[in-house]
């Protein structure tokens, strides 16, 4: 509503009467009213203060109250049903099966990194291509829709991709290349993930290189190479550091999604033992259709079925918690690589 | 927790609605049961205005967890309330009866399986539809997650408490296992039997030692692999007199004659009565 | 800089050159094109599905719990009155952390910490959003699965993109208007309210579709706090009722899959979303282009 009022408008509207800012428009040409429009302004100061200052505020409540809950698998604290767990049990081991009392979350952290880069492994270069394309090659109209073709694919909701991938994306693997085995697993996962975050690679990069003087374009063209040498030798090298921010923040988008991977992955928590004993087909498409699980794939489905209190609850919000902190260490990676971009 | 609970009333206090006039039983839990506790809500709200039900999933324990922290009046659940549940004061109530079958992809040839085999091929001991008889196919076991309902009947009832074998697929939720075994050739996989009902067209029944599942054939006590639906009150959190005759009545509409031979017959459940005499504790 | 030593222009034959930019640009073409056709696949292989399902009957009927037959109504309105909740919060919030990165933070660590935060808060997953929602106001609060939880657990996904969003356009308005404004006496307040803001009006609004947009298609988070179910009045704006949106829906009827047309259902859900979205995408351009057309 705000942005309502603020939009360019008349002296005589209504609407901007109600606003105190009409009242400071008088204020300006009667003298007595200095006061009251310092006060005005100190007040508007730290109500828009405390606005950020929420903002600092929620991160600061996820980590304490993810903690608590994560924290609690831990430690010996009064809301527990079950046993303490120790670090190494959980984070260095592979076996999982709470009903077993064993919680190693360490095959769902590899089945979220190898998602992630099977993903990136497509998505970074296309969606840096494309960016490229839209940028510097691209005729007007094509600029344009390619801009609407990104917004598109951002806004379509994961559940709609998911659904799309059990039941049209894994048949179709199956029945034509796999001689009719399951297809779930990391490369359906990444399929769909890549389509999810291509969009926000290709929106960053395409500030990356809007970002980039022209007149290093002009130069190469310049001194004679063609157009394809000046954006391979100069323009990516001189948006790097930018592009690579642009693909760790893609990265993030992939490590959190849930909902689309959980539908097509086949959720299996002991992909990683399951592919060392299979050795009926090649080590590559073992990892690529072995069904496997993540750690977002994993919270989703156990969360609503466990018990508060228990060992198991516990650990799914370590994963929470774990998430969180990577997102966390992945911006900050950004922000050292945005550093390293500035000098 | 003091300054906790204090910072969480002041960001309540920005967003807290005025507190609903109307008489709010709130229902929370197993999202297979909510259809037919809806529809029970949806019935008994037109004998009772001025009453709420209001019912949202959340998942069995999800809506255990609420039950027993007060969270909500009624927890509905496809499993039994753990003991620390029990010790909070959760009080059962079995309201249908719910009878499962094995289903496979059409194609795999088998249209029956003895306890043992089906036992062997959800713990991996069979891996190939020709050791059943059916075609020269590669069995691919389809289940639930570890913490699901159904899971955990099946490997009572089918693998008597065997782990499963490794190499499965799990799907979170019935309604996508069913799509999983009905495209991929030589799956197999064990749910409710409204589900096969439902999907005749995609999935094949498979029967259990000669018996296909029926409502019938559970009935008559010739088919064995059953468990119950569950909504649990918690009388101690229950503070407030006429919301808990409220929840009580619900429940008494649940599980009255009229409710369980009408709706949940007609919904692919079996009333709590048909199966009374059996076992009581799955 | 080691920029300079880069183009290094080795000789080899032009035409090789010549022909590694032809086939690249052709590259760089197959490439954009491929990513429309994804596009036009996705959403023509969607529509025709939900095509047949999409009938008045369908956006005006209760959904049934049992029975075929049911509509989305109620999904439909509680997806809107959400992200309008949710946006109630998060609008003023975002705006106001906008304005004050952009005009008071001034350049310093004040501004590198706030930026941090909202970055994180950006990328965080929505599955630990759906987390934090449900401890703090499904259980600590006990609001259980009801609207308001939905909701300020949505805004949360909201305030990062509308403050980095409102943040950008505040600085990419032109120096010399500011100047121009303090030079007739305005103060920093009358300066925000009156220039800075109506002048990045259209990208704030941008970017407050695409927050709308994202909230609308979004599925964890609701699933662990606004339910899937919805109350069984129409329509019902109490806070306290439950509020399963239509991506929760159609998430919910494929997975739990008891009602006998759950398959149509799930077409006509996705479909509806999808013209939602387009709805939602095409409004956003022609505001854009009466803003646009109004201002110049």
């Given at each position: ?6 939009m ?9 009467d ?12 009667s ?34 109250f ?62 840096i ?9 691209a005729?007007g109209?094509?600029k ?67 970002a ?21 030798r ?21 490590i ?51 018990a508060a ?18 997102t ?15 000098v | ?27 929370m ?43 909500c009046?009624i ?23 719910q ?75 019935t309604?996508?296992v069913?799509t ?8 197999v ?16 029944g ?37 919301t808990r ?28 009565s ?9 | ?35 429309i056709?994804?596009?036009l ?7 025709k ?85 449900m ?33 950008m ?6 120096p ?5 404004s303090?030079?007739?006496g ?23 579709v ?29 806070l ?38 387009l ?18």
């Open positions: 509503m705000l942005m309502l009022k603020a360019p408008s008349t002296a005589g509207d209504p609407a901007r109600a606003v105190p800012a009409t009242k400071m428009r008088l204020s300006i040409h003298e007595g009213s200095r006061g009251l429009r310092f006060l005005l302004d100190r007040g508007a100061h730290s109500v828009f203060l405390a606005c950020a200052l929420v903002v600092v505020a929620l991160i600061v409540g996820i980590l304490v993810l903690s608590l809950r994560g924290f609690a698998a831990f430690l010996p604290l009064a809301g527990n049903t079950g046993r303490t767990l120790s670090f190494a049990e959980v984070f260095l081991s592979t076996e999982w099966a709470p009903s077993s009392d064993k919680f190693g979350i360490l095959s769902f952290m590899a089945g979220s990194l190898s998602v992630t880069m099977l993903a990136l492994l497509v998505a970074a270069p296309s969606g291509l494309t960016a490229v394309f839209v940028t510097l090659l005729p109209w094509m344009t829709l390619m801009r609407q073709v990104m917004d598109l694919l951002v806004g379509i909701p994961s559940v709609v991709y998911g659904i799309f991938g059990l039941t049209f994306l894994l048949p179709l693997i199956s029945a034509k290349w796999l001689k009719d085995s399951p297809a779930a697993g990391f490369f359906a996962a990444a399929c769909i993930l890549m389509v999810m975050i291509v969009p926000t690679i290709v929106s960053l990069s395409m500030d990356a290189f809007e980039l003087p022209r007149t290093l374009d002009e130069g190469a063209l310049a001194l004679g190479s063609t157009r394809w040498q000046s954006i391979w100069v323009l990516i090298p001189a948006a790097s550091p930018r592009l690579l921010t642009a693909v760790v923040l893609g990265m993030g988008r992939a959190g999604e849930a909902m689309a991977v959980q539908m097509v992955i086949g959720n299996n928590p002991a992909w990683l033992s399951l592919m060392r004993e299979a050795t009926d087909r090649a080590p590559l498409i073992r990892f690529l259709f072995t069904p496997a699980a993540t750690l977002t794939t994993e919270l989703v489905q156990e969360l609503p079925n466990t209190g228990s060992a198991w609850n516990n650990v799914l919000f370590a994963m929470g918690l774990l998430l969180f902190l990577m966390m260490g992945i911006i900050l990676a950004t922000r050292r690589l945005g550093q390293r971009g500035a | 927790m003091k300054t906790q609970s204090l910072l969480l009333s002041v960001i309540a206090l920005s967003f807290a609605s005025v507190a609903a006039q109307a008489q709010t039983v709130s229902v839990g197993s999202t297979a049961l909510g259809p037919i506790v809806k529809k029970a809500a949806e019935e008994f709200m037109k004998s009772h205005p001025g009453l709420n039900i209001a019912v949202s999933g959340g998942g069995s324990m999800t809506g255990l967890n609420q039950v027993a922290a007060g969270g009046t927890g509905i659940s496809d499993v039994y309330a753990t003991a620390d549940q029990e010790k909070a004061g959760v009080k059962n109530h079995n309201i249908v009866v009878p499962f079958t094995l289903i496979a992809h059409p194609g795999v040839g088998v249209k029956n399986v003895s306890a043992q085999q089906a036992e062997f091929i959800f713990t991996g001991k069979i891996n190939n539809w020709k050791e059943l008889g059916g075609k020269d196919q590669k069995i691919v076991r389809v289940i639930r997650p570890e913490s699901s309902g159904t899971r955990a009947v099946q490997k009572k009832e089918v693998l008597h408490d065997q782990d499963f074998s490794k190499d499965v697929l799990i799907q979170d939720s309604g996508a069913v999983s075994v009905s495209t991929t050739p030589g799956a996989s064990f749910v409710e039997l409204e589900h096969l009902e439902k999907n005749k067209a995609r999935i094949a498979i029967a259990y030692n000669g018996v296909e599942c029926s409502n019938n054939a559970v009935k008559n006590g010739k088919y064995p692999i059953f468990s119950f639906g569950h909504a649990y009150i918690n009388p101690a959190k229950l503070t407030d007199a006429a005759k409220a929840a009580e009545d619900f429940l008494a509409f649940i599980l009255s004659k009229e409710f369980q031979e009408g709706t949940v017959l007609k919904a692919g459940y079996l009333p709590v048909y199966v009374k005499s059996m076992k009581t504790q799955l | 800089m080691n920029l300079m030593q880069k183009p290094r222009m080795r000789m080899k034959p032009q035409a090789l050159a010549r022909w590694t930019d032809r086939i690249m640009r052709c590259v760089l073409w197959v490439i954009a094109i491929g990513f056709a994804v596009l696949i996705f959403v023509g292989a969607i529509l599905q939900g095509w047949p399902v999409l009938n008045l009957g369908f956006f005006t009927k209760m959904p049934e719990s049992l029975d075929a037959g049911g509509g989305i109504k109620p999904e439909l309105f509680n997806s809107i009155y959400l992200v309008a909740l949710s946006l109630a919060v998060s609008l003023p919030t975002g705006i106001g952390a906008g304005i004050y990165l952009a005009e008071y933070a001034g350049q310093g660590r004040v501004l590198r910490f706030f930026r941090l935060c909202i970055e994180t808060l950006a990328g965080t997953p929505s599955i630990v959003l759906a987390l934090f929602g401890i703090v106001f499904v259980q600590t609060l006990g609001w259980s699965f009801s609207l308001r939880a939905g909701a300020m657990t949505l805004a949360l996904l909201n305030i990062p993109v509308i403050t980095r969003v409102t943040e356009s505040l600085r990419s308005v032109p010399d208007l500011k100047e121009a303090y030079g007739l305005a103060t920093k307040l009358q300066t925000i309210l009156k220039v800075l803001l109506p002048y990045s009006a259209t990208g704030i609004l941008t970017g407050v695409l927050a709308a947009g994202r909230a609308f298609g979004e599925s964890a988070i609701l699933v662990f706090t606004a339910g899937t179910n919805v109350s069984s009045r129409f329509p019902d704006f109490r306290t009722a439950p509020g399963e949106s239509l991506a929760v829906h159609l998430w919910y009827v494929t997975s739990d899959g008891t009602l006998p047309d759950a398959r149509e259902i799930a077409a006509g859900t996705a479909a509806a979303m999808i013209l939602v979205l709805i939602l995408n095409l409004g956003v351009r022609f505001i854009d282009y009466r803003i646009r057309k109004r201002t110049r």
